[in-house]
């Protein structure tokens, strides 16, 4: 498997010279995830919108990972500082503690540089539900975030709030708000490849690491996908999504989507695919 992956990669290179190479990630397992794979288990046959509304009421704003996703965030490492040899590659995580706390090991190990965007959170935004009514969190504030990652650096929109949590929205963000926002953060990464100049791409320009929902909508706004399609884009935790983007041609192609070859030979910490039976 891994010699085919290379081997494709290796041979986009070829025909694409000048391009910019684009790494997704999803994050690895939360402790939201194991709330989710739990009801999934014990309302096993329930209506999916009672799963969800039950799902809701437990959801934190903000979890730390599972035992089973630092196990994952550090497989994913190890197998990245194997695949990969570009260094210096920034890596871009959401405000949210679970894309941070996924990234950390592959900036230690491999030396990335980490960033905090404002505009990469989860679809939704901060919030919590208590007895069915949503309620705004502000999520956590910026100058919390520095002192605990100050690895990373934070974005300029994000470092001048401060003391304010970084959600300043007074409602939970709609799903068209949500597509929009992807559509930002897609023509963000092109300017990026077209900042680039035009150089021969690294196997990895640029690392995102994001959350499932975000990363479907990203996807169909990379890939051109029809407003009216309903095609969509799932991942794992974990699971790396590799684009290349040609600036001349001003085409995206998609060279793999949601591997995890680097959580073969673990099972037990395959995980992600519960979310779907709850909160798709």
Known sequence: MRSTLRALVALSSLSQACSFRVLLIRHAQSQNNVIAAD?????????????????????HFDPALSEAGEQQAGLLAEYLADKFIARDTP???????????????????L????????????????????DGEEMVHPGTP???????????????ELAALGDQGW????????????????????QWLWDLAEASGGRPAQDVD?????????????????LEIPEESATTFLHLNTGTTLLDLDVKRQRCTLLWHNQVEHLAGHPGVVTGDEMLRVVS
């Open 142 to 156: 910026p100058r919390e975030l520095a002192q605990e990652f100050a690895e990373y650096s934070l974005s300029s």
């Open 167 to 186: 959600y300043q929205a007074d409602h939970r963000e709609t799903k068209a708000e949500a597509v929009d926002r992807a559509r930002r953060v897609s």
């Open 91 to 109: 890596v871009y995580c959401s405000t949210m503690r679970r894309t941070i706390l996924t990234s950390r090991p592959v900036v230690h190990l």
């Open 111 to 130: 030396g990335w540089k980490g960033n905090v965007r404002e505009d990469l959170f989860e679809v939704g935004g901060s919030y919590t539900t208590r």
């Open 39 to 59: 009801i999934a288990q014990r309302m096993a046959g329930r209506p999916a919108a009672e799963m969800r509304a039950a799902f809701e009421e437990l959801r």
């Open 206 to 222: 640029v690392a995102c690491v994001l959350h499932g929902d975000l990363l479907a909508l990203l996807l169909r706004a990379l």
